[in-house]
């Protein structure tokens, strides 16, 4: 079955920094534009970035700009978030997320991973 | 960026009741809209786009309407298995935004 699995999450200290995986499996990863979105505990979604299936588009959010960056590895079939000077405010469940549009993208997501959840605390 | 501004934050009502949770955009955003459903204590899941168009798998009693700003998800009739957060999610540019949530409980 389609399934994203991330890993990585963890405590880290603030300005360090920490990568994200997401491991696609049950599809053509290959020919999907890839998402991460992020909640923080007991809080709403936030998006954070979009790469597309080939990467050779990315964007992430202004919160997250020259901080954290997109990627990913078509031939492992994985998708990749490299975040760094982290801050006590990225504390947050980070969630891969697929956009359903085949060789293209739409911008919302039919597919998501169960999650990580970084702690960025001193 | 565009806001999206979701009413109410929460809600209770009882089983079999119609629910309507309502997002507005801060300026128009044609049908760009999705809807998502998160259970407590797991992983979103996508309930409606483009507005108005179900996802494959989800009971007909959801329904969504609306374009330009104005939006709406209906639940025709309220089962317990719908107690969750409800979120509404712009997406015609980026960066790509959601509403506050609506939590959904069962008087």
């Known amino acids: 079955q389609e399934q994203l699995v991330e890993s990585g999450g963890g405590v880290v200290q603030p300005g360090r920094s920490l990568r994200l995986s997401c491991a696609a499996s049950?599809?053509?990863?290959?020919?999907?534009?890839m998402h991460w979105v992020r909640q923080a505990p007991g809080k709403g979604l936030e998006w954070v970035a979009v790469?597309?299936?080939?990467?050779?588009?990315?964007h992430h959010a202004d919160s997250v700009k020259g901080r954290f960056t997109i990627s990913r590895d078509n031939s492992k079939n994985t998708l990749y978030l490299q975040m760094d000077n982290l801050r006590a405010e990225d504390t947050a469940v980070f969630y891969c997320?697929?956009?359903?549009?085949?060789?293209?993208?739409?911008?919302?997501?039919?597919?998501w991973g169960q999650g990580t959840l970084v702690t960025v605390s001193s | 960026d565009i806001q999206m501004t979701q009413s109410p934050s929460s809600l209770s009502a009882s089983v079999g009741d119609r629910v309507t949770i309502t997002c507005r955009a801060s300026?128009?955003?044609?049908?760009?809209v999705a809807w998502y459903q998160q259970k407590p204590g797991k992983v979103p899941k996508l309930l409606m786009y483009?507005?108005?168009t179900l996802q494959s798998g989800v009971p007909s009693r959801f329904s969504g309407r609306g374009s330009g700003t104005d939006f709406t998800l209906t639940i025709s009739s309220l089962q317990p298995e719908d107690v969750a957060t409800y979120y509404c999610?712009?997406?015609?540019?980026?960066?790509?935004?959601f509403g506050g949530g609506t939590k959904v409980e069962i008087k």
């Open positions: 999610q712009k997406y015609n540019s980026l960066p790509l935004t």
């Open positions: 790469i597309s299936y080939d990467g050779s588009q990315i």
């Open positions: 049950g599809f053509t990863f290959s020919a999907y534009a």
């Open positions: 483009a507005a108005s």
């Open positions: 997320a697929r956009d359903p549009i085949y060789y293209g993208w739409d911008d919302y997501f039919d597919l």
């Open positions: 300026q128009g955003i044609r049908n760009s």
